[in-house]
């Protein structure tokens, strides 16, 4: 099978992102499936942002992706910005796509409402530029959030206007892709209340440092009937206890559980131990980070033979289109 999926440089990666995407895209690398990563340096270009740091910002993407498992050997990473053909597809892909069914977007309408006076053109053509990267390589499925369903489905509706458009009805260029939405993990954030988030910070990071982990981890949200009442607590509605089964070995689980619900352990006790195994998985991601950052040269080479590997087939489908849509 072939896989793609993107994700956005728009800060450091958390652990929202990790069991949300970034996992699932290294199981699916791990199975041996044909996998295409990229960072979307473009579409983060539709908010405002600062582009002096953005540079380096895409390189810790790149070195975050690759210490969390991303294998530059057995999978495609690439820069969007780095591959003329997204652009490219993007314009004949708007020439297709419904207006209507854009105003209709949630994203464009939630990103908009937030930000009224910094609404671009680039906002309400997002879909279409999403279409593009994935269009371009045929994949058979796309992982991404359940949020960003909807703009696959702009993405399957553009590709079968194409195909009835331009081309004969036994030979369609593109390929409707499947959304893959099945194991990712929605993760809470620090607050427990709301979906880990940059714009909430409410996160911790991918590779943050032990200390701010800990730091961060004393004071996320717990049981709230617990620590009003100093009573036995409810593992169940803890956002803590969570994380416990995303980081501890069952039997800890079952161990702090029981603890919980009995009142033999606190709260701080019971964090220390989920800081103790999320280090454990932690720490090597976060030491191999930091080992790749300090190479920065490589991971820019890196990018590039990922760059020239996705030039190479995405240039293959540009060509086909450009014959289809009838330029000279
Ligand atoms: N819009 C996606 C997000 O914010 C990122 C993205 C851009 C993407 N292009 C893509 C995801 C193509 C999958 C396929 O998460
Ligand atoms: Fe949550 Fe652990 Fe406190 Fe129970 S003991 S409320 S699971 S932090």
Not at 21 to 31: P, S, T
Not at 88 to 111: D, N
Not at 135 to 152: F, K, N, S, T
Not at 176 to 201: A, C, W, Y
Request: a neutral charge; one cysteine or more.
């Amino acid at each position: 099978m072939r896989i793609l999926s993107g994700i956005q440089p728009s800060g450091q990666l958390h652990l929202g992102n990790y069991f949300g995407a970034i996992y699932n895209w290294v199981r699916l690398q791990n199975k041996g499936e044909e996998c295409f990563f990229f960072i979307a340096d473009l579409h983060a270009q539709t908010v405002p942002y600062d582009a002096a740091t953005r540079p380096g910002i895409i390189l810790e993407l790149a070195a975050t992706l690759i210490a969390a498992g991303v294998d530059p050997k057995k999978s495609t990473l690439f820069v969007q910005s780095q591959v003329p053909a997204h652009t490219q597809l993007s314009w004949i892909l708007s020439c297709l796509a419904p207006f209507g069914e854009l105003e209709r977007m949630v994203q464009f309408k939630e990103k908009s409402d937030a930000n009224p006076q910094a609404v671009n053109v680039g906002l309400f053509t997002y879909p279409i530029l999403q279409a593009a990267d994935v269009l371009l390589y045929r994949p058979d499925m796309v992982p991404v959030g359940i949020d960003q369903a909807q703009h696959l489905e702009l993405t399957r509706t553009l590709a079968h206007k194409f195909n009835n458009r331009f081309c004969p009805a036994d030979e369609p260029l593109f390929k409707e892709p499947q959304t893959l939405h099945s194991t990712t993990i929605k993760v809470l954030g620090l607050d427990g209340q709301r979906k880990m988030s940059k714009s909430f910070n409410n996160y911790i990071g991918l590779v943050e440092s032990e200390e701010a982990i800990w730091e961060k981890l004393r004071h996320a949200a717990t049981d709230p009937a617990r620590v009003r009442r100093a009573d036995p607590g409810n593992p169940d509605i803890c956002n803590v206890f969570a994380w416990h089964k995303l980081f501890s070995p069952v039997e800890v689980q079952g161990e702090r559980a029981e603890g919980c619900r009995t009142a033999r352990i606190g709260c701080i006790d019971c964090k220390k131990t989920l800081f103790t195994h999320m280090n454990a998985i932690l720490a090597p991601i976060r030491e191999r980070y930091h080992e790749l950052m300090r190479q920065p040269d490589d991971i820019r080479q890196v990018l590039e033979e990922g760059a020239i590997r996705a030039r190479k087939e995405s240039a293959a489908t540009m060509e086909k289109v450009y014959n289809l849509v009838g330029a000279l």
